[in-house]
């Protein structure tokens, strides 16, 4: 197991104490095993060194072994050597016996000669039978007339069987055998003597056959063959010394042996022993620190906040933390033993599980299901983050922050998975309390300040009179520092935006030189306040993919950053120029540069490079921060570079807008005069100033203060359009929208917001399903609130094509329907099961289709699409992932979101439009 699950035996509550962990943890860091950097780094170190991925500490155990393996090895080598050895002992032993046996048999062949001899010669003398018996017995015959019948093989123990037996014996000695070949020569001669003189005495009587022995020749025979007798008797006698000699050597050498694998078996059976002991001590030295290690393991899991809980390799539940019990309200014992999927059952969301699910299954081109859903994030790395809902056994949903980390063994396989879930109620809480907190204080700020700026321009301007030379002064004065502090506001509540990615951005295309030139225009005062001149360089005939407001925003942090750290009297570059399909900006300044010790913090928050002078360099810290995230956001990038005591250029690079021979044609705008205007404002210096403006560009308002006066001013009037503010003293402003939307009388009444809540409302909400012309947020000026009206009027009513967008993006719907504004009816479908919804109420020229949706993947939608709607639907494909050819085969056109700009997708968009309408029109 990773983590132990509970105190060994015999240990007592308070070796879970506070101190007893500290001592546990100062231990460890001493020794370097444990990081200071907080409890995760130290239960992964726990896990791994000193939990189920710890193998034991086996040094001394392996030794052991490996020692009675060594001795085995030894003894078992000695013992077959000592075998061996035997065996060719036995082998001398049985070569000494076989010659004492050729001794042996060569005196017994010896013997029976004599016999012969004695039979033989006796008989001669005497004439007396009983020596001729004698004889015959010798050869293993009746009677001396069977010397015919004579065999070298005949069984017996006559000489012809000492013969054979003498033949087999030294059958391995070549020369005995040649002396035993030359004795049998011998031996015949001398019996056919005997035949021959017996022959005599019988027939011609004592006196002749006296004469033949007479004549020696038998004794000449006799003679050698005692003397070939002797030499082969000497010979094995020579040879048996020599064999006995190499036994005593043998013998002597295996009690060698035999002694040596004594004295090894005892030798290494002490060392065994010897280790054995010392291996259980360390055996239980281990068993012990482990035991420390696992009660610290438990006391730092159960003392943790955090719920932890491990895996197995294969999914199965092994440990389970006091944390996760409280959190999820399930005892360990519930789902330790059972796999993760269980547990999945049980405390996940199965729409939740179904929509993760269907995004990987997009992202790696298969179903991923069970378990896939935690474990493929982390292909490739070893931890990963995400954000869950989960049900507690009460019936409780909580949102949870789990962190699943790849448990790897010193080879880097993979042993098992660590899951570490933190309860986000309270962040989620705070969150939703800073965004409520945030709205109010802009609504409460930007309201004002929207009165305060409108009235001051107005005062300034002469509207309500002229002013004498030192009113005007002050009015300036006063409209210059409340711009300022609407600069600041902004700033701060860009910043908080930005933090929790809800920066809206609305990407077209925009001039280059355009919005240079009108950046230098509106900062003009900063370079007059510094005595510095702003100088336009070369400027490229280009346009980027930007949004306008934001590009003029970033233009003017880096201009009134340049102009505060220039000296008096000194220029300030601004230029750009098109390069490789993206459009590089340049803001140079020839200040004292930036410090080496400055540059790392130069784009963070509140930065500031002097603290001791950020009376002379006025401002939040912000500027440079606030650029470099909008710059980014709008897929670009920004750095510096800087010289001390020459000065910094900071560049920053925008996707230029993609060439086409789609032109934007004329806007259509028309100036409605006297066109009757509805503004529903609760803040009635807002309301005046927004007449005031509206009543200047040539149009006839009414006021309303409530949801209810507005009520009645449309019931008895009629409008070209209307203003409306969202947080009114009786409701909120959206309610009013949608009464008008169901109204026939109303239905098709521009609707323009003017609210502090204008983004956040317009990002969470459908803005085309409630027909909002545009969405402002305050404090807005008179030129944005004039277009906006314009703009509504004039786009009403035009019989305009209509496009299907199904995504769930709703940054990228809102940038898309922004650049098709007044160009197409666009309508907004998040999920599979919306976008049927239309498609089975309403014809559409094009259907604009992201393949990962909450509910699954779209080319299901794609496969069912005609049987939908009845009739054949252009379909683009505006995706993040690649598809394969036959996605291809069924579509119009595919577009990879990261590899084509904004201008490119309304481009290819209006060209399918084109080709959709057509073939409707060939249809009818």
Not at 59 to 85: K, P
Not at 311 to 337: C, K, P, Q, W
Not at 408 to 436: H, P
Request: one cysteine or more; proline letters at 3%; hydrophobic letters at 40%.
């Amino acid at each position: 197991m990773w983590l132990g699950s509970s105190a060994p035996a015999g240990a007592s509550r308070k070796v879970l104490t506070t101190d007893w962990v500290t001592r546990m943890a100062r231990k460890d860091r001493r020794k370097g095993l444990i990081s200071g950097a907080g409890w995760v780094p130290d239960v992964y170190y726990l896990l791994v060194n000193r939990g189920f991925l710890k193998r034991g500490n086996l040094f001394e155990g392996r030794t052991a072994m490996m020692n009675m393996v060594l001795v085995t090895i030894i003894t078992v080598l000695i013992s077959g050597t000592f075998y061996l050895r035997e065996r060719v002992s036995n082998k001398a032993r049985d070569r000494v016996a076989r010659t004492y046996e050729v001794r042996v048999h060569l005196n017994a062949v010896a013997d029976k000669i004599k016999n012969l001899e004695l039979g033989h010669y006796g008989y001669l003398i005497t004439d007396d039978a009983s020596f001729l018996k004698t004889y015959n017995q010798e050869l293993g015959q009746e009677s001396s007339e069977a010397t015919t019948a004579r065999s070298w093989s005949a069984g017996g123990n006559s000489l012809f069987d000492e013969f054979h037996i003498l033949r087999e014996s030294i059958a391995d000695n070549p020369e005995q055998r040649e002396n035993l070949d030359l004795l049998e020569q011998l031996i015949l001669r001398s019996l056919a003597y005997s035949d021959s003189t017996l022959r005599l005495r019988k027939e011609q009587g004592l006196e002749t056959a006296a004469r033949e022995i007479g004549s020696r020749k038998g004794l000449a025979l006799t003679d050698s063959i005692d003397g070939l007798i002797a030499a082969m008797v000497s010979e094995e006698q020579r040879i048996y010394n020599e064999r006995l000699a190499a036994e005593e050597r043998h013998l002597g050498l295996n009690r060698m042996l035999m002694y040596a694998a004594i004295f090894v078996f005892f030798v290494g059976l002490i060392i065994e022993v010897m280790l054995s002991i010392g291996y259980r001590r360390s055996r239980r030295q281990a068993q012990l620190e482990l035991q420390e290690h696992e009660i610290l393991l438990r006391a730092i899991m159960d003392g943790n906040k955090h719920g932890i809980f491990s895996t197995d390799r294969n999914g199965i539940i092994i440990s389970f933390n006091r944390a996760a019990e409280r959190m999820l309200g399930y005892e360990a014992s519930h789902f330790v033993g059972k796999t993760a999927g269980d547990m999945m059952d049980y405390v996940y969301n199965p729409e939740e599980l179904r929509e993760r699910a269907g995004q990987l299954s997009v992202k790696f081109g298969r179903p991923v299901r069970g378990i896939e859903v935690f474990l493929l994030p982390l292909k490739g790395r070893d931890v990963y983050e995400q954000e869950w809902t989960v049900l507690r056994s009460d019936g409780i949903r909580i949102p949870i922050s789990l962190t699943v980390t790849a448990l790897r063994d010193s080879e880097g396989e993979i042993r098992g998975y660590l899951g570490i879930a933190q309860d986000i109620t309270e962040r989620k809480e705070v969150d939703r309390v800073k965004n409520e907190f945030i709205s109010t204080v802009s609504h409460e700020l930007r309201t004002p300040l929207t009165s305060i700026r409108g009235a001051l321009g107005l005062v300034g301007s002469g509207a309500v009179g002229s002013l004498s030379e030192k009113a005007a002064e002050l009015v300036a004065i006063a409209r210059k520092n409340s711009e300022r502090l609407v600069l600041i506001i902004n700033d701060i509540l860009d910043i908080k935006k930005m933090e929790s990615g809800k920066l809206s951005l609305r990407i077209m295309p925009v001039s280059v030189s355009e919005t240079i030139h009108q950046a230098l225009e509106a900062n003009r005062h900063y370079g007059d306040k510094y005595s510095v001149n702003f100088v336009q360089k070369r400027l490229p005939d280009a346009r980027v993919m930007a949004d306008p407001d934001r590009l003029m925003q970033i233009l003017a942090n880096l201009l009134s950053n340049a102009a505060k750290f220039s000296p008096p009297g000194s220029e300030v570059w601004v230029g750009a120029e098109s390069r490789n399909g993206r459009v590089h900006f340049s803001i140079r300044d020839f200040g004292p540069g930036i410090s080496e010790e400055f540059r790392p913090r130069i784009f963070q928050k509140f930065a500031q490079a002097d603290h001791s002078d950020t009376r002379f360099h006025e401002g939040t810290g912000l500027g440079l921060s606030i650029a470099k995230n909008l710059v980014e956001a709008m897929g670009g990038s920004i750095r510096f570079e800087t010289t001390l005591g020459k000065g910094t250029t900071f560049f920053f690079e925008l996707p230029q807008e993609h060439v086409s021979g789609i032109h934007e044609g004329a806007s259509g705008a028309t100036e409605l005069v006297r066109q009757p205007v509805l503004v529903c404002e609760d803040d009635r210096d807002v309301a005046t100033l927004l007449k005031i403006w509206l009543d200047k560009a040539g149009f006839s308002v009414d006021s309303a203060y409530s949801l209810q006066e507005a009520r009645e001013k449309m019931r008895n009037h009629s409008y070209a359009a209307m203003t409306l503010d969202l947080m009114l003293p009786d409701g909120s402003g959206l309610d009013l929208i949608r009464e008008i939307r169901v109204n026939p009388a109303t239905s098709t009444l521009p609707v323009v917001v003017v609210s502090v809540k204008a983004e956040t409302d317009r990002k969470s909400l459908d803005a085309d399903a409630l027909g909002v012309a545009d969405w402002l947020s305050k404090p807005i000026d008179e030129q944005q609130l004039v277009g906006a009206l314009r703009r509504a009027i004039s786009g009403m009513g035009q019989n305009k094509p209509s496009v299907l967008h199904v995504e769930d993006d709703l940054d990228l719907v809102h940038i898309i329907g922004r650049s098709l504004q007044g160009l197409v009816d666009l309508t907004v479908a998040t999920t599979i099961r919306e976008a049927e919804k239309w498609l089975k109420i309403r014809r559409f020229d094009l259907v604009v289709l992201d393949l990962s949706l909450p509910d699954g993947s779209a080319l299901e939608l794609l496969d069912r699409l005609t049987a939908l709607t009845g009739h054949p639907v252009p379909v683009l494909i505006l995706s993040a992932h690649e598809t394969d050819e036959t996605v291809h085969a069924k579509v119009k056109a595919v577009l990879i979101k990261s590899r084509m700009s904004e201008a490119r997708i309304v481009e290819t968009i209006l060209s399918l439009v084109g080709e959709g309408q057509f073939q409707q029109q060939e249809e009818s």
